[in-house]
């Protein structure tokens, strides 16, 4: 009786390992993280003394697959070199090529394997480098990947990007836009959407985005997320207030079972002005 009783408990412990294999091999570890672009006015918190302390962030917490936004062709060089677990996709806002801050997308390569990819900028001619509607300074662009988990076999596309920082109207059509182009690119398949909006889940442009019925805001998902914090964090100076503007959207392909901000520092400093947005999601 009692070596049955032990077979049996084998059998479920057996059973119980398997059943969380399985769920742990069709879980993604998304990330947004605005890194902050190579300033030589951030006095204190210069690139070259917090991008160690920025890939150490990325290498502990083990993102599979994350967003970023304002990286500079050196920056995203700098980190790819380091993180050589990671393949990158992306192109410089100001001419498609190299030239200015990136959306870029890095993926785990032995995670994932790359099966399309491109770029389109938030602006009536979003096919040739623009800048949008009422932005005054700068050419936006969201950066797109097909991608395909080898655990599981199942696809599913990511998109990134950073909306203007000033134009309302750049930030409202830009939703609208990103919204038609993932329909266009995407279709019915699995989706992810993550970058800075500049806007809060009040803001319009946010609500734009949550309105339309297909994609949700990865963490409402979640009944106790780690919502610590600010993700902007201004160098410090910030740090009062629960506004999120760096966001992870998915559709009915996911189901986010943990969200949080990643609030690292060291000795006191930040690695960049904002805080990484974290999203452990899981496919249906």
Same mark, same amino acid.
């Given at each position: 009786?009692?070596?049955?009783?032990?077979?049996?408990?084998?059998?479920?412990?057996?059973?119980?390992?398997?059943?969380?294999?399985?769920?742990?091999?069709?879980?993604?570890?998304?990330?947004?993280?605005?890194?902050?672009?190579?300033?030589?006015?951030?006095?204190?918190?210069?690139?070259?003394?917090?991008?160690?302390?920025?890939?150490?962030?990325?290498?502990?917490?083990?993102? !599979? %697959?994350? *967003?970023?936004?304002?990286?500079?062709?050196? +920056?995203?060089?700098?980190?790819?070199?380091? &993180? =050589? @677990?990671?393949?990158?996709?992306?192109?410089?806002?100001?001419?498609?090529?190299?030239?200015?801050?990136?959306?870029?997308?890095?993926?785990?390569?032995?995670?994932?394997?790359?099966?399309?990819?491109?770029?389109?900028?938030?602006?009536?001619?979003?096919?040739?480098?623009?800048?949008?509607?009422?932005?005054?300074?700068?050419?936006?662009?969201?950066?797109?990947?097909?991608?395909?988990?080898?655990?599981?076999?199942?696809?599913?596309?990511?998109?990134?990007?950073?909306?203007?920082?000033?134009?309302?109207?750049?930030?409202?059509?830009?939703?609208?836009?990103?919204?038609?182009?993932?329909?266009?690119?995407?279709?019915?398949?699995?989706?992810?959407?993550?970058? !800075? %909006?500049? *806007?809060?889940?009040?803001?319009?442009?946010? +609500?734009?985005?949550?309105?339309?019925?297909? &994609? =949700? @805001?990865?963490?409402?998902?979640?009944?106790?997320?780690?919502?610590?914090?600010?993700?902007?964090?201004?160098?410090?100076?910030?740090?009062?207030?629960?506004?999120?503007?760096?966001?992870?959207?998915?559709?009915?392909?996911?189901?986010?079972?943990?969200?949080?901000?990643?609030?690292?520092?060291?000795?006191?400093?930040?690695?960049?002005?904002?805080?990484?947005?974290?999203?452990?999601?899981?496919?249906?």
């Amino acid at each position: 009786m009692k070596k049955r009783l032990l077979q049996v408990l084998l059998s479920l412990l057996f059973l119980g390992s398997s059943g969380l294999s399985s769920v742990s091999a069709q879980t993604i570890r998304m990330a947004s993280y605005n890194i902050r672009y190579d300033n030589p006015g951030d006095s204190g918190n210069l690139w070259k003394d917090r991008s160690p302390y920025l890939v150490a962030l990325v290498r502990y917490h083990d993102f !599979d %697959l994350f *967003g970023t936004q304002e990286g500079l062709e050196h +920056q995203l060089q700098l980190m790819q070199d380091s &993180l =050589r @677990d990671y393949d990158r996709f992306g192109a410089g806002r100001d001419d498609g090529r190299q030239a200015g801050e990136h959306s870029a997308i890095f993926y785990k390569r032995s995670v994932f394997e790359l099966l399309r990819s491109g770029n389109f900028w938030l602006s009536a001619t979003p096919d040739t480098p623009s800048m949008g509607w009422d932005a005054k300074c700068c050419k936006r662009i969201c950066s797109w990947v097909e991608l395909r988990h080898r655990k599981s076999g199942k696809r599913f596309f990511c998109f990134n990007a950073h909306f203007d920082h000033e134009g309302v109207v750049a930030r409202e059509e830009s939703s609208k836009l990103i919204l038609q182009r993932i329909r266009s690119i995407a279709g019915d398949a699995a989706v992810i959407f993550c970058g !800075d %909006l500049n *806007g809060s889940r009040s803001s319009g442009w946010y +609500q734009t985005v949550i309105r339309s019925g297909w &994609l =949700r @805001d990865s963490y409402s998902d979640v009944q106790f997320p780690y919502a610590n914090n600010t993700s902007f964090n201004g160098w410090g100076r910030a740090l009062k207030g629960n506004e999120v503007i760096d966001h992870i959207f998915v559709n009915n392909a996911f189901r986010a079972v943990q969200w949080g901000i990643l609030t690292d520092t060291y000795f006191g400093k930040f690695p960049s002005d904002h805080f990484p947005v974290l999203a452990l999601l899981q496919f249906r």
